[in-house]
């Protein structure tokens, strides 16, 4: 008699737990896309200056390199260099910004300007892979980063970056 039980029981088991799959209870919302995904290609947009020194920080340090810090000063340059590019509407030479932040008295100044990356996680794949721009990040007088966009709506570009690092003041 026991037998016959068994396969009831089981069965009942098996109901049991699809009905209380298929209930009718709000499903947990998806989180939130990450910081370094969001798109960059709108008026409101701005990069998360800590967010890319974290990044870039966590990648120096897979290569031995110290962590940058986020500096407000070289933001600034930074914006300024981004705002300049995008009312122009094309890339400018980072070579050229370099040169003239060591004249003004920048120690180790580093610095990539580039268009056309709407993320955070693309401007930093594409600086990665790109062995002037690598060099800029992995600096190893580098101690602190400014970094900046400016949105183009009309550019094919749309997003133009500008990162700038240098040593300690």
């Not at 110290?66 to 070289?74: M, N």
Request: charged share 15%; aromatic share 6%.
């Amino acid at each position: 008699m026991m037998r016959s039980l068994l396969p009831a029981g089981a069965a009942l088991c098996a109901i049991a737990v699809l009905a209380a799959c298929s209930t009718d209870a709000p499903r947990p919302s998806s989180p939130a896309r990450p910081v370094f995904y969001q798109s960059l290609a709108s008026p409101s947009a701005s990069v998360d200056a800590a967010m890319a020194a974290e990044m870039i920080s966590a990648y120096r340090g897979n290569k031995g390199l110290l962590p940058l810090t986020v500096d407000p000063g070289l933001v600034a340059r930074a914006q300024a260099a981004a705002d300049s590019m995008a009312r122009a509407d094309r890339p400018a030479s980072g070579e050229a910004l370099s040169k003239q932040l060591a004249m003004k008295g920048l120690n180790s100044p580093g610095v990539n300007l580039s268009a056309g990356y709407h993320t955070l996680a693309e401007a930093f794949s594409g600086w990665r892979d790109s062995p002037a721009h690598n060099r800029v990040m992995l600096s190893p007088q580098a101690t602190r980063l400014g970094i900046a966009t400016a949105y183009a709506p009309g550019s094919k570009y749309k997003v133009y970056w500008a990162l700038i690092v240098a040593g300690p003041s």
